[in-house]
C-alpha cells in the first residue's frame, strides 16, 4: 500500500504490477469479469456518460495514453512546489483510475485497450496528492501549506464544471476545511465518491470497526468497499458504518502513464468504478442531487448482505443497469428542502428546543371539564360497584347446601335402545 505520512493522504492501492506487455486485446479479455460484474453492455444501451465530466482528484492523468486521449482535461496541480524544479509528476495512480472511469480503449472500433464505465465521459484532472516514489513526498506531507489541498481540490472541481468527483484517497483525520467543501459540492449538486480504505485487514479497533478514512466518511459523500472475485468483501477493504456500496477491487486492470497497462487491487479502483456509474447516472440524469444518485446506487445494489446492510459490503455490491432502473424510477423526486423552515446547510443542526409557550388559559373551561371529568370517574366507580354485587350474589345461589352438590343441573335424556 502506498501511504502518505504527515498529511496522510493514503493512495487507496495495494499492489500494483506491470502489465505492459500484454496485448490489447488481452488488456479487454481481462476487464470481462469486472464487466460482467457491473454489467455494463446492458448500462451502456442506456448510458455511456457523454456530457459527464468526472473529477479525478489524484496524482494526475496522463492525457495522451491511447486508451483516454481527447477525453482529459488537465486542471490545476495543488501540490505545485513540493517536487523540485524539473521533476515530472508520475502520474500512475491518477492514470489508472481515470481509465477506470472513462477509458474509452483504441484501434478499429476502440475493442482494444482499457473500456471504462463511463467511456463516453470526459475527465479534469485535479492533482491533490504525490505518490511515495516522486522527490517531493517527504515535503508534500510535511509542510502545512500542502493540509488543505483536498479541500481545495473539491472546490475548484465543483467551480470547473464537475458533475461526479472521484477521490480514490483517504486519510486518516478529518479537517474543517473538507467538510465545508463536501457540503459545498452537494449544494452545487456534484456526487462524491471516496475509497473506504485498506486498513480493513488487522484486527478492528474498541469500537468494533477498522479505522474511518476521510473524506469517504464525511455524511454525503459514497464510501466504497472493494469485494474479490467471489464477491466478497476484500480482506483488505475497511469495515465500519461509513460504507454505502461495494465494487470489484481485487486484480483489476487498467491504464498507466506511457500507454502501459497496470494489474492492482485496493478500495481504489472500487471507488473508480462506482464513479463510472454515478456518471452514467447524471448523464441520463443531469439534475439528480446526489442523495438520490447514492439511493440509486444502494437499491440497485447485488449481493446485498443478510438484513439489508452490513459494514463491510454497504447495501451490497453496485450494479450498473439495476442502478440506471431505480434513477429512472425516483428521478423526478428531490431530496432538497425548500421553504421559509427548510435547514440551512451552512448551519450545524440541533441548538436545543425551546419551551412550549401558553398564549391563554380559559379558566372558565378548565373549571367545567374537570366537572364532567369528575362525575364521569363517580359513574364508572358506580358501575363497577354494581358487577361485583352481582357477581356475589351468583356465586352464592351456586355454592353447596342449595341442592345442586356444586355441580350445574344437567337434563338426561333416556338412553336409546335397538328395538
Do not use: C
Not at 500494483?16 to 488481452?26: C, E, F, K, N
Not at 472500433?109 to 475527465?123: E, F, L, M, N, Q
Not at 458533475?163 to 476545511?177: C, G, H, P, Q, W
Not at 425551546?354 to 371529568?373: M, S, T
Request: proline content about 6%.
Amino acid at each position: 500500500m502506498l501511504r502518505q505520512a504527515g498529511v496522510a493522504v493514503v493512495l487507496a492501492l495495494i499492489a500494483l504490477g506491470s502489465a505492459s506487455a500484454a496485448h490489447a486485446d488481452d488488456v479487454r479479455g481481462s476487464q470481462r469479469q469486472v464487466l460482467r460484474t457491473l454489467d455494463l453492455p446492458g448500462a451502456w444501451r442506456i448510458s455511456e456518460g457523454r456530457g459527464v465530466t468526472v473529477a479525478v482528484l489524484d496524482s494526475g492523468v496522463d492525457p495522451d495514453h491511447r486508451d483516454l486521449v481527447g477525453s482529459v482535461t488537465e486542471g490545476r496541480d495543488f501540490t505545485r512546489g513540493a517536487n523540485p524544479p524539473g521533476a515530472d509528476p508520475l502520474r500512475l495512480h491518477g492514470t489508472y483510475m481515470a481509465s477506470l472511469i472513462a477509458g474509452h480503449g483504441h484501434g478499429p472500433g476502440r475493442a482494444d485497450g482499457v473500456i471504462g464505465v463511463a467511456p463516453r465521459a470526459r475527465v479534469l484532472s485535479v492533482r491533490v496528492i504525490l505518490e511515495d516514489e516522486e522527490p517531493g513526498f517527504r515535503k508534500f506531507n510535511t509542510a502545512p501549506r500542502f493540509e488543505n489541498v483536498v479541500a481545495e481540490g473539491i472546490r475548484y472541481a465543483v467551480d470547473q464544471g464537475a458533475d461526479v468527483i472521484n477521490m480514490s484517497i483517504s486519510k486518516e483525520l478529518a479537517t474543517r476545511e473538507e467538510r465545508a467543501a463536501i457540503r459545498y459540492a452537494i449544494s452545487r449538486g456534484v456526487v462524491l465518491v471516496a475509497a473506504a480504505g485498506n486498513d480493513g485487514a488487522g484486527k478492528p479497533d474498541s469500537t468494533g470497526y477498522a479505522p474511518y478514512s476521510y473524506p469517504a466518511a464525511f455524511p454525503g459523500v459514497v464510501s466504497v468497499a472493494a469485494v474479490d472475485r467471489g464477491l466478497r468483501r476484500a480482506s483488505f477493504s475497511n469495515r465500519n458504518p461509513s460504507v454505502l456500496v461495494a465494487a470489484p477491487g481485487v486484480d483489476i486492470l487498467g491504464a498507466g502513464p506511457g500507454d502501459e497497462y497496470w494489474v492492482g487491487r485496493g478500495t481504489s479502483q472500487a471507488t473508480a468504478l462506482v464513479s463510472g456509474v454515478a456518471a452514467l447516472i447524471k448523464a441520463k440524469y443531469p439534475k439528480m442531487s446526489p442523495g438520490l444518485v447514492a439511493q440509486a446506487l444502494t437499491a440497485g445494489a447485488i449481493r446485498q448482505p443478510t438484513g439489508g446492510y452490513d459494514t463491510g459490503m454497504g447495501f451490497g455490491v453496485v450494479n450498473a443497469p439495476r442502478a440506471l432502473a431505480e434513477a429512472a424510477r425516483i428521478s423526478r423526486h428531490t431530496f432538497t428542502a425548500q421553504g421559509a423552515g427548510s435547514h440551512d446547510p451552512a448551519r450545524p443542526l440541533g441548538g436545543g428546543a425551546e419551551p412550549v409557550r401558553v398564549i391563554h388559559r380559559d379558566q372558565n373551561k378548565i373549571a367545567l371539564y374537570g366537572g364532567v371529568a369528575g362525575i364521569a370517574g363517580l359513574g364508572v366507580l358506580a358501575s363497577l360497584t354494581g358487577i361485583v354485587v352481582l357477581v356475589g350474589r351468583g356465586r352464592s345461589r351456586d355454592s353447596p347446601g342449595n341442592g345442586s352438590g356444586g355441580r350445574s343441573a344437567t337434563t338426561a335424556e333416556p338412553p336409546v335402545t335397538a328395538p
